[in-house]
Nanobody, 124 residues
Framework: QVQLVESGGGSVQAGGSLRLSCAASGRTVARNAMSWFRHAPGKEREFVAAISWTGGVIIYADSMKGRFTISRDNAKNTVYLQMNNLKPEDTAVYYC?????????????????WGQGTQVTVSS
């Protein structure tokens, strides 16, 4: 089993920044791909970014490219999502996910463990 705990969410004004963290515990996740998804009210869950276990492969959703940066620290079993130039449409609950495989994908069905989520609210 892997437990994932997100933190760092909050309320910011448009143009602001937040840094989300996802701490993993349980079985080692150092060789697992990690990702971030988000779920806004009235919308389907949406892929945000994913990172392979080495950090050598990173995937972003098109709307996040240039604004969001995913990274990981395997020594700390933690993955991060730096979000800059936030927009009201970024308002959502953000979830991290862990995949028991080394390759990152953008498909939620490929991920085995999920955190409880952290709320991000961006006001105009």
């Amino acid at each position: 089993q892997v437990q994932l705990v997100e933190s760092g969410g909050g309320s910011v004004q448009a143009g602001g920044s937040l840094r989300l963290s996802c701490a993993a515990s349980g079985r080692t996740v150092a060789r697992n791909a990690m990702s971030w998804f988000r779920h806004a009210p009235g919308k389907e869950r949406e892929f945000v970014a994913a990172i392979s276990w080495t950090g050598g492969v990173i995937i972003y959703a098109d709307s996040m490219k240039g604004r969001f940066t995913i990274s990981r620290d395997n020594a700390k079993n933690t993955v991060y999502l730096q979000m800059n130039n936030l927009k009201p449409e970024d308002t959502a609950v953000y979830y991290c996910a862990n995949r028991e495989a080394i390759f990152a994908t953008r498909n939620s069905i490929d991920y085995d463990y999920w955190g409880q989520g952290t709320q991000v609210t961006v006001s105009s």
